[in-house]
């Protein structure tokens, strides 16, 4: 374990929708580790909370409002990781949202955002991540799936489909 440890002190990690769920918990992990933890999402407030809560207990955490459907706003948080730091080590693309319910009475407007969140907010973000890590020379990609990639689930097809296709630009994107 102290090895673990030791092996991400001093890094710069961004972990988009750091706000709640694994994203949270990764965040307070990270920051323990020593990492300096970047916190993207859209609940300023949730934001403002975890990182004075990480910050409090020694860590390290810079929060971001954003919202990583905007392209603009995914350029301006790399543009801020690198006038901040120079540099990022990792970047983990940590989005999701899910839509319950026949796709049919799910209101298609729930399907785009759920489409604009899973999909398109994560490749915004590998875009912005891979240009800064060919110009650096290095770093880390992590784009979080789900079991629904390859297996999916009842009353999650928009959901299933978003992160299938996760799935698939990863193994279509190495270099």
């Known amino acids: 374990m102290a090895d673990d440890k030791k092996s991400v002190a001093g890094t710069i990690i961004v972990i988009t929708g750091a706000s709640s769920g694994f994203g949270r918990g990764a ?20 934001l403002e909370a975890l990182a004075a809560e990480i910050n409090a207990a020694g860590g390290q955490a810079l929060p971001v409002a954003a919202d990583v459907s905007n392209a603009q706003d995914v350029a301006r948080l790399a543009d801020s990781a690198r006038q901040r730091f120079g540099h990022i080590d990792t970047w983990i693309n940590n989005v999701g949202v899910g839509a319950l319910g026949y ?23 590998a875009h912005q991540a891979l240009r800064l890590f060919i110009a650096q ?7 979080l799936g789900s079991v629904d990639s390859k297996l999916p689930l009842a009353f999650q097809s928009s959901y299933a489909a978003s992160k299938a296709a996760v799935l698939s630009l990863g193994r279509r994107s190495r270099r």
């Open 103 to 125: 796709f049919w009475d799910i209101p298609q407007e729930d399907h785009a955002r759920l489409i604009d969140l899973n999909l398109k907010g994560l490749i915004y973000g």
């Open 137 to 143: 020379g290095y770093g880390t990609l992590i784009n």
């Open 27 to 46: 965040a307070i992990e990270l920051a323990k580790r020593g990492t300096c933890v970047m916190l993207p999402a859209r609940r300023e407030a949730a």
